[in-house]
């Protein structure tokens, strides 16, 4: 039992960054209604730009993280302005929208890969490790280290400054109405272009904080977006398609299911029991955990 508990502290830190991952998809599908296959990428561009920024630039973890959202949010700026607004513009963002995605996903993954080749780079030592006793079980001792402690805190803070932004904000409450009908929004004068814009820069800085987290756990390189884009894209899924708390469980699942397949049986199934989980889930509750059906407006 004690074993099993360890397992499951351990993968909370993996499941914050997959819910903040999930949060960002789930986020540009509500209000602007693709399957963005680019976010991945804009988590890969998040962890290198905050690579170099400590490794090469020297950077503490706080300016380092910041710049690299602001980073990850002009990148996702850019690819929507150069792959979907000439859609937008013609109407063919629902028929064309998924192929789009998938090229410059694909242009940007090998970009990347011909400009800071193939080989993992590692961020430099960014904070403290050591290990923290939460509480005793059967003469063994349940621990978290430090790092995986304040990324799951860095994770929960983000989603939590998001959560205020929705609700609190008259931006934030224009692109939660967005998700529910954009055409009605931009017919009452709400600026839908401009609401899509800020939708993507927000999904851009939660991708890129996903990857800079990821970053200071694990070795970096061009194609880390790929996968890590699939599994956010099944947390946002497993949770409910627009809802950040559905996100946030969904990812924190995943993190665990992934960690405890890692520990118990082996690293080789773990990919395979994540989506096993969503696909079951979905199959008893076709909206995810959390999300609600969505209703055809004639």
Known sequence: MAVLIQQIINGLAAGGIYALIAIGWTTVFGIVGIINWTHGEVYM?????????????????????????????????????????????????VKSGFITALGLSTLVRYSANAAFTADPRVYPQLMEYRLITLFCMGGNEITVSSIHLKILLGSLIIMAVLQCFFTRTLIGKAMMAGSQDMKTLALMGADAERLIKITFALSGALGAAAGFFMGTLYTIFPTMGALAGLKGWACA???????????????????????????????????AVSFAIMILVLLIRPTGLMGYKFEEKV
Do not use: H, W
């Not at 469980?249 to 665990?256: A, E, H, R, S």
């Open 237 to 271: 899924i497993l949770g409910g398609i627009g809802s950040i708390t559905g996100s946030l469980i969904g990812g924190i699942l995943i993190g665990v299911a992934e960690n405890l397949t890692s520990g118990l049986l082996s690293p080789g199934y773990k990919d």
């Open 45 to 93: 561009i998040g962890a290198y730009t905050g690579y170099f920024l400590t490794a090469c630039a020297g950077l503490s973890l706080l300016p380092a993280l910041l710049i690299s959202m602001v980073a990850g949010a002009a990148a996702a700026v850019l690819l929507d302005q150069f792959g979907y607004v000439p859609l937008r513009k013609k109407g063919a963002l």
